[in-house]
Nanobody, 122 residues
């Protein structure tokens, strides 16, 4: 089992920035691809970003390219999502996810965190 705990959400004005963190425990962190998903009000959960086990590959949804950056620190068992130029439509619960397969990390990861709320005011 992999346990994931997100932090860093909050309320921010449009144009502002937030950095989300996700601390992992339970298994060897560097064996897992890591990702972020989000679910906005009345919407389905959607993929945001993912990163391969050593950070050599990153993947982004089109709607966050150029604004969000995913990174990881395997020594700290933590993955980050730096969010810049935030928009009201970025308002959502953001979930950290993990899977041994980077393909599944991007589509149907095995492990999920509990989520952290991000609210962007206009």
């Amino acid at each position: 089992q992999v346990q994931l705990v997100e932090s860093g959400g909050g309320l921010v004005q449009a144009g502002g920035s937030l950095r989300l963190s996700c601390a992992a425990s339970g298994r060897t962190f560097s064996n897992y691809g890591m990702g972020w998903f989000r679910q906005g009000p009345g919407k389905e959960r959607e993929f945001v970003a993912a990163i391969t086990v050593y950070g050599g590959g990153t993947f982004y949804a089109d709607f966050v390219k150029g604004r969000f950056t995913i990174s990881r620190d395997n020594a700290k068992n933590t993955v980050y999502l730096q969010m810049n130029s935030l928009k009201p439509e970025d308002t959502a619960v953001y979930y950290c996810a993990a899977d041994r397969s980077i393909s599944d990390t991007r589509r149907k990861p095995n492990y999920w965190g509990q989520g952290t709320q991000v609210t962007v005011s206009s």
